[in-house]
């Protein structure tokens, strides 16, 4: 029997195919994955190491973001709401934590339970108490309407065969005048057919 490709697959099969890798990676960070993980990735991409060099491990090990642009904005307000899509291992979501401080509060949503749990984890040893974790769909997000006052992302649009639904759960979710920063994967070129059909290039 032939190999299926991305393109015989159904949404929800391709979530899990996206769920199972990220899985992989919570359950084992040091392994050589066709994209870049971890502490070293990350000084790379630009996040301060002043912030970065005091989370906890379990943190860092598994960062899997392909932006520092949420950790180096400078917007966000004591006291918001923040919701944060794809959390992964929670590196963006404890930064995030600090910036809105004890009286604001992070939301991180995941396909990943195994991700989820790495985040609450290094949230507990890092003194963050103001981030709550949810396992849930970007597409379909269980949170009140016009309830957060920025939703953010770090490289999860890349991954979802469903981006439209993204889009109208961001707008559903946001309070008026709310605000959405997203980091994306910029192609210099068009992938070829093959590429675009292969599941292992689907996570590059």
Same mark, same amino acid.
């Given at each position: 029997m032939?190999?299926?490709t991305i393109? !015989? #697959?159904?949404a929800?099969?391709i979530? *899990?195919?996206?769920?199972?890798k990220?899985s @992989?990676?919570?359950?084992?960070p040091? /392994?050589?994955y $066709?994209? $870049?993980?971890?502490h070293q990735y990350?000084?790379?991409?630009g996040?301060?190491?002043n912030e970065t060099?005091?989370?906890?491990? =379990?943190?860092?090990e598994c960062?899997?973001?392909?932006?520092?642009?949420l950790? $180096?904005?400078?917007?966000?307000?004591p006291? *918001? /709401? =923040?919701l944060e +899509?794809?959390?992964?291992g929670? =590196? !963006? /979501?404890?930064? #995030?934590?600090r910036?809105v401080?004890? %009286?604001g509060?992070v939301?991180?949503?995941? #396909? %990943? +339970?195994a991700m989820l749990?790495?985040a609450a984890?290094g %949230?507990?040893?890092?003194?963050?108490?103001?981030?709550?974790f949810?396992?849930?769909?970007?597409?379909?997000l269980p949170?009140a309407s016009s309830? =957060? !006052?920025w939703v953010v992302?770090?490289?999860?649009?890349? #991954?979802?065969? *469903?981006k439209?639904?993204?889009? @109208?759960?961001?707008h559903?979710? +946001?309070?008026?005048?709310?605000r959405? +920063?997203?980091? @994306?994967i910029?192609?210099? $070129?068009?992938? /070829?057919?093959e *590429?675009r059909l292969?599941e !292992?290039?689907?996570?590059k």
């Amino acid at each position: 029997m032939a190999r299926r490709t991305i393109g !015989d #697959l159904s949404a929800a099969e391709i979530r *899990e195919l996206v769920r199972e890798k990220y899985s @992989e990676v919570a359950f084992n960070p040091g /392994t050589k994955y $066709r994209f $870049r993980v971890g502490h070293q990735y990350a000084l790379d991409l630009g996040y301060p190491q002043n912030e970065t060099k005091g989370l906890p491990k =379990v943190l860092m090990e598994c960062f899997t973001g392909v932006s520092s642009y949420l950790a $180096r904005f400078q917007e966000f307000q004591p006291g *918001e /709401t =923040v919701l944060e +899509l794809g959390s992964g291992g929670g =590196v !963006d /979501t404890v930064l #995030l934590a600090r910036r809105v401080g004890p %009286s604001g509060k992070v939301i991180g949503f995941d #396909l %990943s +339970l195994a991700m989820l749990q790495r985040a609450a984890t290094g %949230s507990k040893q890092g003194g963050i108490s103001q981030v709550h974790f949810n396992q849930a769909l970007a597409e379909a997000l269980p949170i009140a309407s016009s309830s =957060v !006052d920025w939703v953010v992302s770090n490289g999860i649009f890349n #991954l979802s065969p *469903e981006k439209e639904r993204i889009l @109208e759960e961001i707008h559903r979710v +946001l309070k008026p005048g709310g605000r959405v +920063l997203c980091s @994306e994967i910029v192609l210099q $070129r068009q992938p /070829t057919i093959e *590429e675009r059909l292969n599941e !292992d290039d689907w996570f590059k």
